[in-house]
């Protein structure tokens, strides 16, 4: 048993304080989905949508904001097993991951703490609010032309051809904390070798559990290390 895949969703840093997305009442954070997070609600009202991340950011810049055991435990996982053996992907656009230690992260719905130029992709490194009036780094004059570098509804996720040859070659598939209704990541499971072992942990079964073998059911902080020493007494490492 050596490569592992894991996916992780908004479950895993609910934790930390960041809210999970589908709440009962089918609101982000008070929004409809469409209205930010989608090109067409970013092209019908941009001011919405820059101040919808710019508050996010915020709270995630804010002191109050840490990694939790779940990151803590999924570092430590990795750290313990050569680099070219794990793979964690993230639904996630914090950075808890990386801030907790984790390495080989691919964080296919984009990043909270980068901005995008809106004409030519470029990607920047980014702490501040976006506005209309924000000056391009490398080009001064030009205002405005920046979006937070998020993937939304109809855009490709990021690094999908790395995501799937790690995919149909794992040997250990771990779902965290993610509701599996939104493709293509509730899709990943169903890409793992036949003998793969699947497990998921999730507070509640998602849309798409009966595609593990096994389940931990409860908090993240308190399965993923839970599960992570089942997995080293099973194989030893
Ligand atoms: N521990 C474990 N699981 C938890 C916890 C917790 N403390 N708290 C909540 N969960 C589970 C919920 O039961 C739910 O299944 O986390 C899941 C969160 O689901 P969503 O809010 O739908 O988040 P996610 O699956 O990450 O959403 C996927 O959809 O909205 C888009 O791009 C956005 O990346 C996001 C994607």
New binding site residues.
Partial sequence: MTKIVVLT???VS??SGIP???ASDGLWEGHRVEEV?TPEGFRANPELVLDFYNQRRRKLLSPDVKPNAAHVALANWEASLPPSDFLLIT??VDNLHVRAGSKNVVPM?GELLKARCVDTGEVFPWLDDITLETPHPKRPDQLGRLRPHIVWFGEMPLEMEKIGEALIDCDCFVSI???G??YP?AGFVQMTPTECWRVE????S?DNSQAFDDSFVG??TEQVPRFVDAWKKRYGS
Avoid: C, P, Y
Avoid at 201 to 204: C, K, T
């Fill in positions: 969703g908004a479950g609910a934790e999970t997305f589908r997070a639904q996630n719905h904390g993610t509701s209704k939104v990541a942990i999730n507070l509640n998602s908090h993240a």
